[in-house]
Nanobody, 112 residues
Framework: QVQPVESGGGLVQPGGSLRLSCAISGSIFSNIAMGWYRQAPGKQREFVARITRSGITSYVVSVKGRFTISRDNAKNTVYLQMNSLKPEDTAVYYC??????WGQGIQVTVSS
């Protein structure tokens, strides 16, 4: 199993945007689906978005139309473009490939 490395989090005002990146080393990346998850304080980790090897995407209802997951197999990287951010999007965001380890997570805080 390979641990992914997330980047791109931070503090943003409501209505703002952030783009998260997640890199996995090695050739396995192009052969697995990738997902983003998040865990808010005091809550369980929840699914956010997923992209298959062929680029089929799925989202939790609360982020549909605001978040976009994409992948670049040449760079072994998956992205999560987050627009129109809300305070309730505040969480630690994790990426994970099917059958792979969790990343360490990255903080996203949406606050004025």
């Amino acid at each position: 199993q390979v641990q992914p490395v997330e980047s791109g989090g931070g503090l943003v005002q409501p209505g703002g945007s952030l783009r998260l990146s997640c890199a996995i080393s090695g050739s396995i990346f192009s052969n697995i689906a990738m997902g983003w998850y998040r865990q808010a304080p005091g809550k369980q980790r929840e699914f956010v978005a997923r992209i298959t090897r062929s680029g089929i995407t799925s989202y939790v209802v609360s982020v549909k139309g605001r978040f976009t997951i994409s992948r670049d197999n040449a760079k072994n990287t998956v992205y999560l473009q987050m627009n129109s951010l809300k305070p309730e999007d505040t969480a630690v965001y994790y990426c994970k490939g099917d059958g792979q380890s969790w990343g360490q997570g990255i903080q996203v805080t949406v606050s004025s």
